[in-house]
T-cell receptor
Framework: AQTVTQSQPEMSVQEAETVTLSCTYD???????LFWYKQPPSRQMILVIR??????QNATENRFSVNFQKAAKSFSLKISDSQLGDTAMYFC????????????FGQGTRLTINP | ETGVTQSPTHLIKTRGQQVTLRCSSQ?????VSWYQQALGQGPQFIFQ???????GRGNFPPRFSGLQFPNYSSELNVNALELDDSALYLC???????????????FGPGTRLTVL
């Protein structure tokens, strides 16, 4: 079974700073995806960024980038030039491409961006 | 393009009752997954429906059941409600094609269920 661990329950930074959220996972699979989702107080789960396990290049989406270390099974999210709208719960998630393609989520990190 | 919608938004039930939650998938999507998110936790996979059949199930008891209709909308039914069933229930739709790799899941806003 796959597990996803987020060791930072809460983080807080000032607006415009850079923040890094940590995630580790455990799997014996070789063909999988990793994700970071954002869940604001509105509750809607929004995909921030995804990484394909077979790609060595780290994914980037505007101010969001990941550091994917496959051997260490580590997948961190870096948010540059943080904005007030980045305040939300952030979930790291894993998906094995076989079977039902279910998402396995970590416990989440509550990120607060202060003005 | 209409996104994923869920109804109702909030629901209060008492222990032992039954509840039905509804999800309308995004236009063109044929797969619906249901997740339970307890307060302060990450979502947990309940089950998935693909073309009206169950296509995978998480570690949930049989009193959690579901349906998918020909228009690919879906229902989650929970019988004999327990206090621990209080949670946010999220559905996500995607468009699966045989032999295709990754299919992005698009989430609805969720239904908040409170069991008293």
């Amino acid at each position: 079974a796959q597990t996803v661990t987020q060791s930072q329950p809460e983080m807080s930074v000032q607006e415009a700073e850079t923040v890094t959220l940590s995630c580790t996972y455990d799997t014996s699979e070789s063909n999988y995806y990793l994700f970071w989702y954002k869940q604001p107080p509105s509750r809607q789960m929004i995909l921030v960024i995804r990484q394909e396990a077979y790609k060595q290049q780290n994914a980037t989406e505007n101010r969001f980038s990941v550091n994917f270390q496959k051997a260490a099974k580590s997948f961190s999210l870096k948010i540059s030039d943080s904005q007030l709208g980045d305040t939300a719960m952030y979930f790291c998630a894993f998906m094995n491409l076989g079977g039902a393609q279910k998402l396995v989520f970590g416990q989440g990190t509550r990120l607060t961006i202060n003005p | 393009e209409t996104g994923v919608t869920q109804s109702p938004t909030h629901l209060i039930k008492t222990r032992g009752q039954q509840v039905t939650l509804r999800c309308s998938s995004q236009s063109g999507h044929n797969t619906v997954s249901w997740y339970q998110q307890a307060l302060g936790q990450g979502p947990q996979f309940i089950f998935q429906y693909y073309r009206e059949e169950e296509n995978g199930r998480g570690n949930f008891p049989p009193r959690f059941s579901g349906l998918q209709f020909p228009n690919y909308s879906s229902e989650l039914n929970v019988n004999a409600l327990e206090l621990d069933d209080s949670a946010l229930y999220l559905c996500a739709s995607s468009s699966r094609r045989p032999g295709q790799g990754y299919n992005e899941q698009f989430f609805g806003p969720g239904t908040r269920l409170t069991v008293l």
